[in-house]
Each structure stands twice: as C-alpha cells, then as structure tokens.
C-alpha cells in the first residue's frame, strides 16, 4: 500500500471510529437511561418494559432505507447530506425530550422518545451503508472493531458516566433533562464533524434508478399500513388480548382489582396479534403500490442461498444477550439495591477499559481466526456473560465482598465522595463487556459481507432490522416475566436463549465460511 493509500486507510478508521460513537450515544438514550430515567421518575416496571417498544424503528427502519439509496440531498456528498440532516434531527429531538417529565407527561414523553430514535435508526442506515461502501474488503474486520469501539465508548458515556451525573450522592446530581441537553449538544458537534470532514464515497454507477414518484407513494402506502397495523393493535388487539386472559382464569382478580400482571401479558399477546396484522399488510401495501427500489433490493437479498435462515441466525444470534440486557438498569436499581454512581462506575468507568479490550481482541482474532471461528467463539462467550447476572441475583448485593473507589475529577465524570464498589457487580459487568464486544464486532463484519453494493443501505437496515428484533421485541416479555417469575429465573432463561442462536450457526457453517472470500457481497442476479 503506497503511503497516500496508508494515509486515507487510517482517516476512513478515524471517521468509522467518530460513527460509531455517533451510533451508539442514542441507543443508550432511548434504552439503558431512559429507563434509569423513568425508574427515578417513579414509573412502574411493566411500563418501563413497553417503553423498550420506543425502539421500533431499530426494527422497521428497512421501509425508509430505500429512500436513502434512491434520493440524495443537494448540494452533499454521496451519504454526507442524509448523515448531517440525520444527526442534527436526533440532536434536536434529545433537547425537545429535555423539556418534559416521563411521569407527568408519559404519552407525549414516549412520542418524542420515538422520534429520537427515529433520527437515531436513520442515521445507523446511512452509517452502515458509508461504512460499507467507503471500506475496503481486507479492512471490514479490523474496521469493525474500531466501530464496536467507538459505539461501546458512546454507550459508556450516555449510559454509565451519564448515571454518576445523575447521581445526587455521589455523582454530580444533575437532573436527567440537563444531561439529555448535553447529549443534544455532542451529537450536534458529531453533525458539524460530517459536514466538514467526512472522506468520500465514489458514486456507483449501478445504483438502482427506479421511479422516484411510485417509491415515494409506496413509502407512503407502507407507513399507512403501519398506522392502520398500530390502530387495530391497540384499540382491536389489546383489548381483545385483556378479555381472554381475564376470561381464561389465568390472571384471578384480587380484592376486586385486576391481577397486577394482566396488562403486561395482554398487551404482549396483542402487540404479536398486531405484528402478524401489520407485517402482511405492509408487504401488500408495498407490492400494490410499487415500491420498487425496496422490492428490488429484498429479491436481491432473497435470491442469495440459505437467505432465510440466515435472517433467523441473524435474529438469534444476540437474542439472549437482548433479553438479559432488556431490563438491566432497573434490575441494578430496583432489583439489588445499587446506587446510580456504583453502577454507572462499574459500568462505564471500569467498563470501558473491558470494552476496549473486548473491540480490539475481537478485532484481533478475527484476522486469525477468520469470520466464522470468530462468531461461534465470541457467541458461547456472549452466552456465558449472562450467568454472571444470575449470580447478581441469586446471591445478592456483597456476595463477593466490595472495596472502595475514591473520590475523583476526571472533568467529563466525577465522583464527590469515596464510593463503595460491589466485585460481584465489577465480575458480571467486565464479562458483559468483553464478550458483547468481541461478539459485535464480529457480527457487524458478517452483516457488512451479506450486503450488495448495488443496495447497501436497503439491505444492511434490513438485517440490523433484523438484529434488533430482539432487543426491541423481548423487552415487554421481559417486563412480564421479571415481574412474574423473578429475577434469578429471568437470567436463567436469558442464557438459554442465546443456545438456540450458536445451534443456527453451526448449520449455517458453509454459507459463513463462503462469505469470508474476498467478494465480500451478495453475488445475485438483480
């Protein structure tokens, strides 16, 4: 490589490295910290388990993406516009949210919430699709420890330095909305950054050039089908769900009140009632209305071998690590007994050595090992780090003994007083952290390598779709059951939903192997 090539090799790891921090600073702010959040704001804990559901758009965010590969805004380089329009819309939506209370205005406070993941899941389209076309193949493993790196750092600040910010004992007792304005802010700077500094991404000529009118009507078809799939699932789904449980003897009434676990599971069974209404109608709504660059994109991908079961891989793989991740803030608060500052210090300041250990090892045996030894050995250590969580809860809070942190300054965190820090709590925690990130990494290349270049927005929102389904989709089952089979068990179970995940990989072993050649994209007859 000539040293210019060197040179724009290590800025195009500089600019995956700032995206991911961009990536990762709102999914705290609309998971982990909303919830800590919401938990100090005296919500109740099936609530909080139904604002997990803030993260649909994680989820739905392949219906826009489409529009993302098709338009381009004026004036911008190739992705450029839609980054810093995606960016300045989630910093303003973050300082929106900083004006209201989660208990006093709930519906309004989760709209906006909405909203920020909204600009959140949309810029993660233009970042991945960037981040895969700007990179070369033999740089996509390396390149994705850097971004694991940089998200887990976001995730750090806006979900752990952020709780000993909140902390009045400890930390610097700032007020939850004066911390989402400071957030507001940084991700205002990262928009500044991709406005004046972003390397460029050659045009490619075969990118897809359907009927700029029929993909925005079938846009528009989609979205309505959604709205007409949200109306029939809480006005037809939820009360309909309500009446059989009830009727079912299931969920007794007490004192002539409802059982207090009979809404979490009702609205469970009527947001999957209202799931299989709402996914067959889109589909329709799409074909009807001739979204043309989204049905393009999702025959492309179809038309690739074993397309179908690597969505359920994709799907499983992180699904356990989901689960025991859905309710892990109130767990540590309400279910233990942990200060704000002792968990956002384990998590995040202790955290983020391990987090870095855990990016760049994974990084690292990955150009040994290759793609598939490295998801099958970082997905049995995933798997493994939710035990650690069920010690937490089986044996309580000192189980393991604590020792003290002093007092520090360290200008963005600090801590007044001299902070008794759990090593039970430190054990589960770095084992999270290690493994989770040496299992990102390596799943963010295996979605890189699924993508033809022709529709790499459309195609990798789809499977981050996919990803996020369980982080999105377990949180209401994870409310339910917490509140019903206690703490323990849920980890319990947690752990066993990742087996399912390593079981589909193995069958899956091929098509792995496969896309570790150097083509490194979907090859398939458009």
Known sequence: MTKLGLEH?????????????ASGL?????????QAWLATDNVDIATIGFFSLVGLPYTFKFLWAPLMDRFEPPFFKRRQGWLVITQLGTAGTLALLSTFSPSQNTHLFSLIALSVAVFSASQDIVVDAYRTDVLEHQERGFASAIYVFGYRVAMI????????????????????SHIYLIMAGIMTAVAVISFLLLPPVKYKSEVVRSDAKADLIGFFAVVAAVIAGYQFTTRVANPLSASLLSASGLFPATDQNPHPNLKAWADLLGLFAGLAFTIPLAWFASVKAKYETLNVALKNYFSMKSAVSILIFIILYKLGDAFAGSLLTPFLLKGVGFAQAEIGVVNKIIG??????????????????????????????QMLSNLGFWLVAALGKGAWGSFVLPAFNLVLVSLKDATTVDSLLVFAVGIENITGGMGTAAFVALLMSLCNQKFTATQYALLSAFSAVGRVWVGPLAGAAASTVGWPTFFIFSTALAAPGIIMLIKLRPIVFDLEAPKGAVQADD
């Open 157 to 176: 600040l806006s979900g752990g330095i952020a709780l000993i910010w909140a902390d009045p004992v400890k930390g610097n007792g700032w007020s939850w």
């Open 26 to 34: 709102p999914l705290a702010l609309t998971g982990a910290s909303l």
């Open 352 to 381: 983020i050595w391990l987090t870095i250990l855990g990016a760049l090892t994974g990084g690292a045996l990955m150009m040994k090992l290759g793609l598939y030894r490295s998801l099958l050995l970082f997905g049995i250590l």
């Open 9 to 21: 090799a290590y800025w195009r790891m500089t600019i995956v490295l700032i995206l991911g921090f």
